[in-house]
Nanobody, 114 residues
Protein backbone atom coordinates (compact mmCIF):
# COMPACT_ATOMS: atom_id res chain seq x y z
CA UNK A 1 0.00 0.00 0.00
CA UNK A 2 1.34 3.40 -1.00
CA UNK A 3 0.14 6.68 0.47
CA UNK A 4 0.93 10.15 -0.83
CA UNK A 5 0.23 13.16 1.39
CA UNK A 6 0.49 16.73 0.12
CA UNK A 7 1.05 19.78 2.29
CA UNK A 8 1.90 23.44 1.90
CA UNK A 9 -1.19 24.74 0.17
CA UNK A 10 -3.01 27.85 1.29
CA UNK A 11 -4.07 31.37 0.44
CA UNK A 12 -1.52 33.73 -1.08
CA UNK A 13 -1.65 37.08 -2.86
CA UNK A 14 -0.85 37.34 -6.54
CA UNK A 15 2.90 37.61 -7.03
CA UNK A 16 3.61 35.58 -3.92
CA UNK A 17 5.16 32.17 -3.45
CA UNK A 18 4.26 28.80 -1.97
CA UNK A 19 6.13 25.53 -1.63
CA UNK A 20 4.19 22.30 -1.84
CA UNK A 21 5.51 19.06 -0.42
CA UNK A 22 4.44 15.47 -1.01
CA UNK A 23 5.49 12.67 1.29
CA UNK A 24 5.21 9.04 0.25
CA UNK A 25 4.92 6.11 2.61
CA UNK A 26 4.57 2.39 2.14
CA UNK A 27 6.15 0.18 -0.45
CA UNK A 28 7.94 2.38 -2.98
CA UNK A 29 9.24 0.53 -6.01
CA UNK A 30 10.15 0.93 -9.67
CA UNK A 31 9.45 4.64 -9.85
CA UNK A 32 8.94 5.80 -13.42
CA UNK A 33 8.14 9.43 -12.64
CA UNK A 34 6.90 11.78 -9.93
CA UNK A 35 4.83 14.84 -10.60
CA UNK A 36 2.30 17.48 -9.74
CA UNK A 37 -1.08 17.98 -11.36
CA UNK A 38 -3.81 20.52 -10.65
CA UNK A 39 -7.51 20.82 -11.17
CA UNK A 40 -9.44 24.06 -11.10
CA UNK A 41 -13.24 24.15 -10.71
CA UNK A 42 -14.96 23.15 -13.92
CA UNK A 43 -11.68 22.20 -15.62
CA UNK A 44 -9.84 18.99 -16.35
CA UNK A 45 -6.87 17.90 -14.30
CA UNK A 46 -3.67 19.11 -15.96
CA UNK A 47 0.01 18.44 -15.66
CA UNK A 48 1.94 21.08 -13.75
CA UNK A 49 5.37 19.49 -13.56
CA UNK A 50 6.97 16.08 -13.70
CA UNK A 51 10.38 14.63 -12.93
CA UNK A 52 11.49 11.30 -14.33
CA UNK A 53 13.46 8.62 -12.53
CA UNK A 54 16.50 9.90 -14.40
CA UNK A 55 15.96 13.47 -13.21
CA UNK A 56 14.68 15.10 -16.37
CA UNK A 57 11.86 17.59 -15.86
CA UNK A 58 8.81 18.61 -17.81
CA UNK A 59 6.55 21.61 -17.10
CA UNK A 60 3.16 22.76 -18.25
CA UNK A 61 3.42 25.78 -20.53
CA UNK A 62 1.56 28.04 -18.13
CA UNK A 63 4.04 27.51 -15.28
CA UNK A 64 7.38 27.41 -17.10
CA UNK A 65 9.84 29.81 -15.55
CA UNK A 66 7.73 30.25 -12.41
CA UNK A 67 7.48 26.77 -10.86
CA UNK A 68 10.27 24.34 -10.02
CA UNK A 69 9.87 20.65 -9.23
CA UNK A 70 12.43 18.85 -7.11
CA UNK A 71 12.82 15.73 -5.00
CA UNK A 72 14.93 14.65 -2.05
CA UNK A 73 14.71 10.94 -2.66
CA UNK A 74 12.08 8.42 -3.64
CA UNK A 75 9.79 9.57 -0.83
CA UNK A 76 9.75 13.39 -0.95
CA UNK A 77 8.64 15.62 -3.78
CA UNK A 78 8.41 19.41 -3.85
CA UNK A 79 6.94 22.15 -5.99
CA UNK A 80 8.27 25.67 -5.55
CA UNK A 81 5.73 28.11 -6.95
CA UNK A 82 6.79 31.71 -7.52
CA UNK A 83 5.07 34.69 -9.13
CA UNK A 84 1.70 33.12 -8.49
CA UNK A 85 -1.27 34.26 -10.51
CA UNK A 86 -5.00 34.02 -9.86
CA UNK A 87 -5.22 31.41 -12.62
CA UNK A 88 -2.96 29.13 -10.56
CA UNK A 89 -5.84 28.66 -8.12
CA UNK A 90 -6.63 24.94 -8.03
CA UNK A 91 -6.36 21.76 -6.04
CA UNK A 92 -2.84 20.41 -6.49
CA UNK A 93 -2.22 16.66 -6.51
CA UNK A 94 1.03 14.77 -6.35
CA UNK A 95 1.42 11.71 -8.50
CA UNK A 96 3.84 8.79 -8.47
CA UNK A 97 4.03 6.44 -11.44
CA UNK A 98 5.40 3.14 -10.19
CA UNK A 99 5.54 -0.06 -12.17
CA UNK A 100 3.24 1.55 -14.71
CA UNK A 101 0.54 2.33 -12.15
CA UNK A 102 -0.56 5.80 -11.04
CA UNK A 103 -0.74 6.72 -7.37
CA UNK A 104 -2.36 9.97 -6.22
CA UNK A 105 -2.46 12.09 -3.12
CA UNK A 106 -5.65 13.59 -1.74
CA UNK A 107 -4.81 17.08 -2.96
CA UNK A 108 -4.04 20.42 -1.38
CA UNK A 109 -5.87 23.66 -2.15
CA UNK A 110 -3.95 26.63 -3.49
CA UNK A 111 -5.84 29.89 -3.72
CA UNK A 112 -4.26 32.99 -5.23
CA UNK A 113 -6.04 36.26 -4.57
CA UNK A 114 -5.71 39.09 -7.05
Amino acid sequence: QVQLVESGGGLVQAGGSLRLSCAASGSIFSINAMGWYRQAPGKQRELVAQISSGGSTNYGDSVKGRFTISRDNAKMLYLQMNSLKSEDTAVYYCNWIMGGFNYWGQGTQVTVSS
